[in-house]
């Protein structure tokens, strides 16, 4: 079964940057099957899309809100998915996870129902100064 494990949170000031990391394991798997989504919830808020990536990393969309701040990247030989956080402010405070579903190539959709194979626990990131 697959897993995720998110990790790179913490506490940084506004206008810093963070590299989060999204790592699969278990057996049976093949990570180049699946298109990678990264997502965050703020305290009280529902959980948004962030980015994401397709199978070989040959697309790659964003929310408006971290579009030309965020770079999502992925390793297919190591099994992990990135999201580099630059220019980050106070309103990107979340816990961010990372999620996963069988994609055709080339392609990645920034619906979260998509994404029902497997999720993350998340990484808590805390833009403050």
């Known amino acids: 079964q697959l897993q995720l494990a998110e990790s790179g949170g913490g506490l940084v000031q506004p206008g810093g940057s963070l590299r989060l990391s999204c790592v699969a394991s278990?057996?049976?798997?093949?990570?180049?099957?699946?298109?990678i989504g990264w997502f965050r919830q703020a305290p009280g808020k529902a959980r948004e899309v962030v980015s994401c990536?397709?199978?070989?990393?040959?697309?790659?969309n964003y929310d408006d809100a971290v579009k030309g701040r965020f770079t999502i990247s992925r390793d297919n030989a190591w099994n992990t998915a990135y999201l580099q956080m630059d220019s980050l402010k106070p309103e990107d405070t979340a816990v961010y996870y990372c999620?996963?579903?069988?994609?055709?190539?080339?392609?990645?959709?920034?619906?979260?129902?998509?994404?029902?194979?497997?999720w993350g626990q998340g990484t808590l990131v805390t833009v403050s100064s």
């Open positions: 278990g057996s049976g798997f093949t990570f180049d099957y699946y298109a």
């Open positions: 990536i397709s199978r070989n990393g040959e697309t790659a």
């Open positions: 999620a996963v579903y069988p994609a055709v190539q080339g392609s990645c959709v920034l619906y979260q129902y998509r994404y029902r194979e497997a």
